[in-house]
């Protein structure tokens, strides 16, 4: 069964951070580039950061350029976001997400092939 389980997710407050992992199963991860995205409360989602399937290549939203990193461990079929410098507007469910392309990535919802449930990251004081 493919899959996709975020995990990570919890309560921080401004200025904290936090590590999101994601775990594939059931699929090559390394024939895929990962998307992450997130879902404030009543916005649309947005895609956020995405990294190519041979980290050569990575994107960022301008939102979090300079304060989350995407990264990959293929062996053990793992994505991972770093946050820092966590503010309150970062408050959303996060998810990741697989597209079947390798040498680029996407931050475009609609060209995801497979999606997590979400982790929800709530920063308040």
């Known amino acids: 069964q493919l899959q996709l389980v975020e995990s990570g997710g919890g309560s921080v407050q401004p200025g904290g951070s936090l590590r999101l992992s994601c775990a594939a199963s059931?699929?090559?991860?390394?024939?895929?580039?990962i998307g992450w995205f997130r879902q404030a409360p009543g916005k649309e989602r947005e895609g956020i950061a995405c990294?190519?399937?041979?980290?050569?290549?990575?994107n960022y939203a301008d939102s979090v350029k300079g304060r989350f990193t995407v990264s990959r461990d293929n062996a053990k079929r793992m994505a991972y976001l770093q946050m820092n410098s966590l503010k309150p507007e970062d408050t959303a469910v996060y998810y990741c997400?697989?597209?079947?392309?390798?040498?680029?990535?996407?931050?475009?919802?609609?060209?995801?092939?497979?999606w997590g449930k979400g982790t929800l990251v709530s920063v308040s004081s």
């Open positions: 990294i190519s399937s041979n980290s050569g290549t990575t």
């Open positions: 059931g699929f090559r991860l390394d024939y895929y580039s």
């Open positions: 997400a697989a597209a079947s392309i390798q040498a680029m990535c996407l931050m475009r919802a609609a060209g995801m092939d497979y």
